[in-house]
């Protein structure tokens, strides 16, 4: 039973199977070194899904940051920035070569500010929101200057912006259905860009591996390449491809977990491996 978890923190495999999250905070134990997955193929298992990383880009709290913009090099938009945070970073990563920044005005940083003293945040949430906002910010007059400082198209930018402070102030649709509470509009110089890419040295991106050996969808058994399950050996969790491979949702791994460790002991137990 190969239960070891998965490969976040074997930075061999990882730029092997799934180069574009070489750079993330690797999230897990310094257990998740591959080592169930590659016993596993040396006994003839396959594997699937084992370029599938999911990236948490949370930014709420505070809930200014979700008020604000994501934009990519092109200075465009590609996300309602109130999505799961696991949603925002495979859009950074799988569609935006890994570089995003969020852009925010005056007002949304001094509400930010105001947020970070909310009692009922835990530590984690309040110093990593004052950290960010006190080291992790460009700051420009103009969004041209500040476009010219993170290098982002400021034509892309500007006409981003434009659209974005008319969908805020209610003259127009917000194009990817961001719900006016969640809008405020960038309009109150200085302007500030905050780096949100996998790289970000002041907000790291943690990434979690999902790809594994392949196994049996009724008994966890390993497939071998042919897709032939192999007797006596079973491959669970994070070692394995399960429910949360192809999109990780907050609880999807645990139970998953739980699930195929399950499985595959109720299979061997009646097999009497
Ligand atoms: C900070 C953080 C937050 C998370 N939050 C969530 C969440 O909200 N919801 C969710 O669903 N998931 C979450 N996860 C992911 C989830 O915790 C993991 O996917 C899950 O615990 C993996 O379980 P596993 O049994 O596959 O591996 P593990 O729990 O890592 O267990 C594998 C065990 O095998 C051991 N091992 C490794 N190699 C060997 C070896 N060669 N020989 C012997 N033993 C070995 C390891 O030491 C470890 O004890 C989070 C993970 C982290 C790090």
Redesign the pocket.
Known sequence: ML????FIMNPKMVGHFAPAYASGMP???????G??IL?GMSAGGSTALMDKVSA?RFINPPKAWAQAIAVSREGTRFVDETVYGATLGEHIVDHHGGVAWLIYDQTLRDTAFRQARDKRLVPFQRDVTLINLLFNARKAKTIARLAGKIGVDPTGLARTIAQYNAAAHGSAADLFGKEPEDMRPIETGPYYAMDISIDSRFLPL?V?TFGGLRVAEESGQVLDSGGKPIAGLYA?????VGI?SQT??????????FFS?RRAARHAARANV
Request: aromatic share 8%; charged share 10%.
């Open positions: 239960s070891a978890g998965g999230n897990g134990t310094l257990g998740d070194q080592s169930g016993l948490w943690p979690i669970a969790g994070r070692t394995a949360a990780y949702v907050s609880g999807l791994s645990f139970a998953d977990c460790g």
